[in-house]
């Protein structure tokens, strides 16, 4: 506890006690009593403590809060019915959404069906009636052809 070098032990100091001194209650004589108007003044309390001691001070009373006004109360049909209301009004902007898309998709898919007809019936129809001279193979005039099995020779 103490450094080795050191050639003597601690220190004694004289301890001094102190006593609290009690305060003996001072006889008061009663006052006049004056009308006061309420919540003006403070009251004053004392109390006197188990060691003979009189503390006084005001009296805090505690701190109320204002009431709450009472909020009408709403039944719980009237909640369901209004909310209700609310869901109906979401699907049904919902559904007039999807059959609003529904539609356009169909009109687009038939829009493309007569499209391809189009360009697929133009590409026939070129075939068919487009001039013959750019068709590929042999031209064999059958008149003159003799036929062998079933070969055609010019």
């Known amino acids: 506890m103490y450094p080795e070098h050191t050639p003597h032990g601690p220190a004694q100091r004289p301890v001094?006690?102190?006593?609290?001194?009690?305060?003996?209650?001072?006889?008061?004589?009663?006052?006049?009593?004056?009308?006061?108007?309420?919540?003006t003044l403070p009251t004053v309390a004392s109390i006197v403590l188990?060691?003979?001691?009189?503390?006084?001070?005001?009296a805090v009373n505690p701190a109320h809060p204002e009431p709450v006004t009472a909020k009408p109360a709403?039944?719980?049909?009237?909640?369901?019915?209004?909310?209700g209301g609310v869901g109906f009004l979401a699907v049904s902007g919902g559904l007039l959404l999807l059959t609003t898309?529904?539609?356009?998709?169909?009109?687009?898919?038939?829009q493309l069906i007569?499209?391809?007809a189009v360009i697929f019936g133009g590409w026939i129809a070129v075939q068919i009636l487009?001039?013959?001279?750019?068709r590929g193979g042999t031209t064999v005039n059958i008149r003159k052809a003799v036929i062998k099995r079933n070969h055609f020779h010019g």
């Not at 709403?74 to 909310?83: D, E, G, P, Q």
């Open 16 to 39: 001094e006690v102190h006593q609290p001194t009690p305060v003996q209650p001072v006889a008061i004589q009663p006052a006049p009593l004056a009308p006061v108007q309420p919540h």
């Open 50 to 58: 188990p060691d003979g001691r009189v503390v006084t001070g005001y």
């Open 74 to 83: 709403v039944s719980r049909t009237a909640v369901n019915i209004a909310l």
């Open 101 to 110: 898309f529904i539609a356009a998709l169909a009109a687009l898919i038939q």
């Open 114 to 116: 007569i499209l391809a």
């Open 130 to 134: 487009g001039p013959s001279s750019n």
